[in-house]
């Protein structure tokens, strides 16, 4: 068959997406999805995008890894298919929308800038300078003294692999704290190696910064792709709700490629 396909990015993390409200890709199996991701073979993709109609909302997001395989929640994919919808029309400048984690509220700007509500978070375990939570997808953060200098895809598969993670796989996050905010380097489950941005990766950073002080904050966090923001609003130690993860997100380029 012939797929029509869009290639979106935000801050770098790249997505192919596709236009599935006839259902047209339901059946395409782990093997095409992976094939449609792989930058030699196919596309190439950190990421697979299905927008697929929902009755309540104006649309449900589906989720794939460049593996092929449907993922948990994505925070910059989230925000590309927001910025498809909207430049298919589907949409105005607000929307709400189904996620594989719940429903999700989101806003563009006229440059491409898309701010997307995450869910709540309850729950950050801490073991001296790491952290474990959920931000729609499962991460570890790591603060470190200078990113730069981190092996990400060695010391990324460490933990992804160890005994307590390799089941599900975890997406590893190094974190610097800079006079602005954070800068970031991420491993990805389901890639298998550094992308140049992962949103639920940068919110779940900027959570796991959080000191114990309630109220609304922002922080910027730079990325190897860009610049993102996450703004929140704190509870307690480890209640954060009111969670937006901001950033670009761009149309790269469209086009026709046979799967088999
Ligand atoms: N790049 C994504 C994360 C995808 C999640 C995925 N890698 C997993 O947890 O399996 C993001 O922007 O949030």
Redesign the pocket.
Known sequence: MQIHFYKYQGAG?DFVVLDNREGIYDGLSTAQIHFLCDRRFGIGA??LMMLNPHTEGDFEMR?F?ADGRE???????GRCLVAFARHRELIGTSTRFYAVDGWHEAHIQDDGWVSLKMQDVGEVERSGDDFVLDTG??HYVRFVPDVDAVDVWRSGRDIRYNERFSGE?I?VNFVQRTDGGLKIRTY????EAE?L?????VTAAAIAAAGDQPGSHAVAVNARGGRLEVRYRQTDEQHFTDVWLCGPAAYVFEGNIPVE
Not at 188 to 191: D, F, K, L, T
Not at 197 to 201: D, F, H, K, P, S
């Open positions: 993390n950190d990421g989720y890894n993922g948990s929640m994505c925070g910059n994919g997808s499962p796989g997406n990805e489950r389901g890639v992308t941005a992962c949103g639920t990766g």
